[in-house]
C-alpha cells in the first residue's frame, strides 16, 4: 500500500469518526428552539477577535492565561506543521516550510513548539501542585489526556524534523530546536540511516498524533476550540442588566429541550475551568450551588437524552435540585468571568420561572412575594407608610405626582421602611434640600421595582409591578430620576425597556458628585481616615458605577484601600436575586461575613462604605454577628458627605 492510499484512508476513517462524533455533539444544539442572535454581524467579529486574541479574560488569572495564550498560539503556528505533514503525504514535493531550508516559516515551527511544551508544563504544574479548588467537579482525567495528545503532536514534529536533518544533514539555523535534538541524537549515536528510518518512525507517529486529537475532540470538554468562538460571536449583546424574556408558549424551562439552541451552546462550549465556581458567593458560602456543575449538569442530560436516557428523570428535582437554583444571587460574576462568555445565571432565572408557575417557592421566598402582591412592597408594610420618614425632616418633599421637578426620587423599599437605612434616607434628603436639588418622590404610589421579583422567577408579578409603576411615572412630569438603591436602578433603566421604556436615571452617588463640582456642595469636615469600599453588583458589575463613589471618598478627604475584589471583580452581599427574602442558616458563611474579613485583612480600613440600602442591612448584620464593631464600621457614602458626630468614625 503506498503512503498515500495509506494515509488518505486514516484520513477518510479519522474524519468520519469527528463527523459522527460531532454530530452527537451538535445535534441538540441546532435542534433546539430559535433565538435572535445575529445582530449587528460587524461589531460580533470585531469583539470576537479582541476578546480572543488578546485573551482579555483569560488574563485575568494571569497563570492560567498566559499558559493558555501560550498553547493557543502555538497551535496556530503548527497548524502549518500538520498542513505541511498531510500535505507531503497525499502530494509529492508539496512543502510549505522546508525541513533543511531558510524558512521563516519553520523557524516559527521550532520556537512555538517549545511555547507549546512551556505552556503544558505550566498547566500541568498547576494541576499537580497548586490544584485550584475551582478544578473541584472538573473532569480532570480529560485534561491530561489532552495534555498528552498536545505534547505528542509537537513532540513528534520536531523528532521528524531533528532526524531529517541528521539522515539528510541539511543543516540550518532556521531550526534551532529540531537542530538541537538533531545534535543529541548524533551524541547518542545514531547515524543517517538510523536516522532517516526514525524519521518515517516519527512522520507517521505525528500523523496518528493528530488524527487521535481529531478524532478525540468532540467528545471531550476541549470542543471548545472548536465551539468557544461561535459562542463569543452569538453571545447576548443586550443591555446587561436586563433579562431574557420568557418564550410566548412557556412561563419558564422545565425539560431541557426548552432551551433555546444558544443555551445549548453554552452547554457543549464549557471548559469546566471552574472560574465562575471560584466567583460565586453562593458556592463560597457552602450552598449547594456551583455555576460550573449547572452547566455540566445541564450538558450531561442533554446528551444522555439524545442517547435515549434519562426519559424519566425531571430537569427540576431530578437533574438540578430546587435548593441549587433558590442559591443564586444573580450577581452576574459567573457570566462575567467565563471566558467563552457562558449564561449559568439566566439559565437558573428561567428554571426559576417554572419553579414560581408550580408553587415550589422557598417559604421565605413566597411570604415576600405575597406581600409584595398585596402591599407592593416586600416587608408587609401599608403602602400609606412608605413615606413617613418624611414627617421627620424639617421640610416638605415635592410630591412628583402633583407638580413637576427636576430629580424624581425613586427611594425603594428599604429606604423607604428599614428603619437601619431610615437614617441615610433622611440624610441623603436633607443634603439635597441644602444644595438646593428641585426634587420629589411618589409618596405612597411608589411601589417596589420588581428587579428582584423578576430575578426570583416571577415574571407576573414583575410586570405589574413594573406597569403600576409605569404607569404613576407617566403622569410626572421630570427630567430624570435618582435612587440610593441599584436594584431599582437596574430596573428602571435596564428592565422597564422591556416596555419600551427608556429613563434617565441616575443613583445618587453620580448625583452628589455632580451638586460638588458645581460647587452647590461641599462635604463636612471630618478626621480623615483609611476606609474601604464595596461596589454594589447592581451599580458596578450591572451598570458600570464605579467612579463617582470613589470620587466623593477622595473629596470627602478619605484614604480609599481597596479590597482585592474590588470594580468589577467584587464581591457579592448575598442580598440580590430574592436571597435577601429567603432562609440564609443553611450558609456555612454569609457572603456577608466572608466580604468584612476581606474589609479586616486590609489591616487598616475602619470604615466599610456603601452604596445600597441592602449593603447596609447585609454589612451592619455581618458586623454584628462576627462582634467586630470595635474595629469596622459600616457607613453610607452620604455619611462621608454629611457625616453626624460619632457617626463617621468606627
Same mark, same amino acid.
Not at 439552541?261 to 452547554?267: E, H, N
Not at 434519562?310 to 452576574?332: F, M, Q, S, Y
Not at 428561567?350 to 412592597?377: F, T
Given at each position: 500500500m503506498? &503512503?498515500?492510499?495509506a494515509?488518505l484512508?486514516? #484520513? ?6 469527528f463527523?459522527w462524533r460531532?454530530w452527537?455533539?451538535l !445535534?441538540?444544539v441546532?435542534?433546539a428552539?430559535p433565538v435572535?442572535?445575529t ?7 470585531a469583539?470576537?477577535?479582541?476578546d480572543v ?6 488574563? %485575568? ?10 498553547i ?5 503556528v503548527?497548524?502549518?506543521?500538520i #498542513?505541511?505533514?498531510f ?6 514535493g ?10 521563516w516559516i ?5 520556537i512555538f513548539?517549545?511555547l ?10 498547576q494541576?499537580?501542585?497548586w490544584r ?5 467537579g472538573s473532569?480532570s482525567?480529560?485534561?491530561?489526556v489532552?495534555f ?6 509537537a513532540?513528534?514534529m520536531?523528532?521528524e524534523f531533528?532526524?531529517?536533518?541528521l ?18 541524537l548524533?551524541l !547518542?549515536?545514531?547515524? *543517517?540511516e538510523?536516522a532517516?528510518a ?5 512522520y =507517521?507517529a ?6 487521535? /486529537? ?6 471531550s ?9 461561535p459562542n463569543?460571536?452569538?453571545r447576548?449583546?443586550g *443591555? ?7 418564550p410566548?408558549?412557556a412561563? @419558564?424551562?422545565a ?11 453554552d452547554?457543549i462550549?464549557c471548559?469546566e ?8 458567593p453562593?458556592?463560597?458560602?457552602g ?7 449547572v452547566?455540566?449538569?445541564l450538558r450531561d ?10 426519559a424519566?428523570?425531571p430537569?427540576?428535582?431530578?437533574v438540578?435540585?430546587?435548593e441549587?437554583?433558590?442559591?443564586c444571587t444573580?450577581? +452576574? ?7 467563552v ?12 420561572r ?6 415550589a417557592v ?6 415576600a412575594?405575597?406581600?409584595?402582591q $398585596?402591599?407592593? %412592597?416586600?416587608l ?5 407608610? +412608605? ?9 416638605k ?6 407638580e413637576p421637578v427636576? #430629580?424624581l =426620587? ?7 421602611y ?6 441615610i434616607?433622611?440624610?441623603v ?6 444644595? @438646593? ?5 411618589l409618596?405612597?404610589?411608589e411601589?417596589?421595582?420588581? %428587579?428582584?421579583?423578576r430575578?426570583?422567577?416571577e415574571?407576573?408579578?414583575?410586570e &405589574?409591578?413594573a406597569?403600576?409603576?409605569i404607569?404613576?411615572?407617566?403622569e410626572?412630569?421630570?427630567r ?8 431599582s436602578?437596574?430596573?428602571l433603566?435596564?428592565e422597564y425597556r422591556l416596555f ?5 436615571v441616575?443613583?445618587?452617588t ?9 460647587g452647590r ?5 471630618a478626621e480623615p481616615?483609611? #476606609? ?6 447592581y451599580? @458596578?458589575?450591572?451598570?458600570? @458605577? /464605579?467612579d463617582?463613589?470613589?470620587?466623593l471618598?477622595?473629596?470627602?478627604g478619605h ?5 482585592? $475584589?474590588?470594580r468589577? %471583580?467584587s464581591?457579592c452581599?448575598g442580598?440580590g436575586?430574592g436571597r435577601i427574602?429567603?432562609d440564609d !442558616?443553611?450558609?456555612?458563611? $454569609? *457572603?456577608?461575613?466572608?466580604?468584612i474579613?476581606?474589609?479586616?485583612a ?7 462604605v456603601?452604596?445600597c440600602p ?10 454584628q454577628?462576627l462582634?467586630?464593631?470595635d474595629r469596622?464600621a459600616?457607613r453610607d457614602?452620604i455619611d462621608?458627605?454629611r ?8
Amino acid at each position: 500500500m503506498t &503512503t498515500q492510499l495509506a494515509l488518505l484512508l486514516l #484520513v477518510a476513517a479519522a474524519g468520519a469518526a469527528f463527523v459522527w462524533r460531532g454530530w452527537r455533539v451538535l !445535534a441538540p444544539v441546532l435542534r433546539a428552539p430559535p433565538v435572535a442572535r445575529t445582530d449587528h454581524p460587524a461589531a460580533r467579529a470585531a469583539f470576537v477577535v479582541q476578546d480572543v486574541g488578546l485573551h482579555r479574560r483569560l488574563l %485575568n488569572k494571569r497563570w492560567s492565561g498566559v499558559l493558555h495564550a501560550l498553547i493557543f498560539s502555538g497551535f496556530l503556528v503548527l497548524f502549518t506543521a500538520i #498542513v505541511q505533514s498531510f500535505g507531503s503525504g497525499l502530494i509529492p514535493g508539496f512543502t510549505l516550510a522546508p525541513i533543511g531550508g531558510n524558512s521563516w516559516i519553520a523557524l516559527l515551527q521550532d520556537i512555538f513548539a517549545v511555547l507549546i511544551t512551556i505552556g503544558i508544563a505550566m498547566a500541568a504544574w498547576q494541576r499537580l501542585f497548586w490544584r485550584p479548588k475551582r478544578f473541584a467537579g472538573s473532569n480532570s482525567r480529560d485534561a491530561w489526556v489532552i495534555f498528552a495528545l498536545v505534547m505528542a503532536v509537537a513532540g513528534t514534529m520536531l523528532l521528524e524534523f531533528a532526524c531529517h536533518i541528521l539522515a539528510t544533514g541539511q543543516w540550518t539555523p532556521w531550526r534551532p530546536v529540531s537542530g538541537a535534538i538533531a545534535r543529541g541524537l548524533a551524541l !547518542a549515536g545514531m547515524g *543517517p540511516e538510523g536516522a532517516a528510518a526514525a524519521e518515517r518512525v516519527f512522520y =507517521w507517529a505525528h500523523i496518528l498524533a493528530v488524527l487521535a /486529537f481529531l478524532v478525540y475532540i468532540p467528545g471531550s470538554k476541549h470542543r471548545h476550540i472548536l465551539t468557544a468562538i461561535p459562542n463569543i460571536y452569538f453571545r447576548n449583546t443586550g *443591555p446587561r442588566g436586563a433579562l431574557p424574556p420568557p418564550p410566548a408558549d412557556a412561563p @419558564g424551562v422545565a425539560e431541557i429541550g426548552q432551551f433555546d439552541w444558544k443555551d445549548k451552546l453554552d452547554l457543549i462550549s464549557c471548559t469546566e475551568c471552574g472560574r465562575c465556581q471560584e466567583a460565586c458567593p453562593a458556592y463560597a458560602a457552602g450552598l449547594p450551588l456551583s455555576p460550573k456543575k449547572v452547566v455540566m449538569d445541564l450538558r450531561d442530560h442533554m446528551f444522555a437524552r439524545e442517547r435515549g436516557e434519562e426519559a424519566d428523570l425531571p430537569l427540576i428535582g431530578g437533574v438540578i435540585a430546587p435548593e441549587t437554583l433558590w442559591a443564586c444571587t444573580t450577581c +452576574r460574576a459567573c457570566m462575567d468571568v467565563c471566558p467563552v462568555h457562558i449564561e449559568p445565571m439566566t439559565k437558573i432565572v428561567e428554571m426559576r420561572r417554572s419553579l414560581v408557575e408550580e408553587g415550589a417557592v422557598e417559604p421565605m421566598l413566597q411570604d415576600a412575594l405575597a406581600s409584595l402582591q $398585596r402591599n407592593g %412592597n416586600s416587608l408587609g408594610k401599608p403602602a400609606r407608610q +412608605r413615606a413617613k420618614w418624611t414627617k421627620d425632616l424639617g421640610f416638605k418633599i415635592k410630591d412628583a405626582r402633583k407638580e413637576p421637578v427636576d #430629580v424624581l =426620587w425613586f427611594v425603594g423599599d428599604y429606604a423607604s421602611y428599614d428603619p437601619r437605612v431610615q437614617r441615610i434616607t433622611l440624610k441623603v434628603a436633607e443634603v439635597l434640600h441644602a444644595a @438646593g436639588v428641585d426634587f420629589g418622590i411618589l409618596y405612597e404610589g411608589e411601589q417596589n421595582s420588581g %428587579n428582584d421579583v423578576r430575578r426570583a422567577g416571577e415574571e407576573g408579578l414583575f410586570e &405589574t409591578l413594573a406597569r403600576a409603576n409605569i404607569d404613576l411615572l407617566d403622569e410626572c412630569d421630570f427630567r430624570r430620576i435618582m435612587t440610593t438603591d441599584p436594584h431599582s436602578l437596574n430596573a428602571l433603566r435596564q428592565e422597564y425597556r422591556l416596555f419600551g421604556k427608556d429613563y434617565e436615571v441616575i443613583h445618587y452617588t453620580q448625583l452628589l458628585l455632580e451638586l460638588m463640582e458645581a460647587g452647590r456642595l461641599a462635604p463636612a469636615e471630618a478626621e480623615p481616615q483609611v #476606609v474601604t469600599y464595596h461596589d454594589p453588583c447592581y451599580l @458596578g458589575r450591572y451598570n458600570g @458605577g /464605579f467612579d463617582a463613589p470613589r470620587a466623593l471618598i477622595r473629596r470627602a478627604g478619605h484614604s480609599l484601600h481597596e479590597m482585592g $475584589r474590588c470594580r468589577e %471583580n467584587s464581591f457579592c452581599c448575598g442580598a440580590g436575586g430574592g436571597r435577601i427574602w429567603m432562609d440564609d !442558616a443553611a450558609m456555612a458563611e $454569609r *457572603p456577608s461575613e466572608n466580604r468584612i474579613k476581606e474589609a479586616l485583612a486590609l489591616g487598616d480600613a475602619r470604615l466599610f462604605v456603601v452604596a445600597c440600602p441592602k449593603d447596609t442591612v447585609m454589612y451592619t448584620a455581618a458586623v454584628q454577628a462576627l462582634g467586630v464593631g470595635d474595629r469596622i464600621a459600616v457607613r453610607d457614602m452620604i455619611d462621608l458627605v454629611r457625616p453626624d458626630p460619632g457617626v463617621a468614625a468606627a
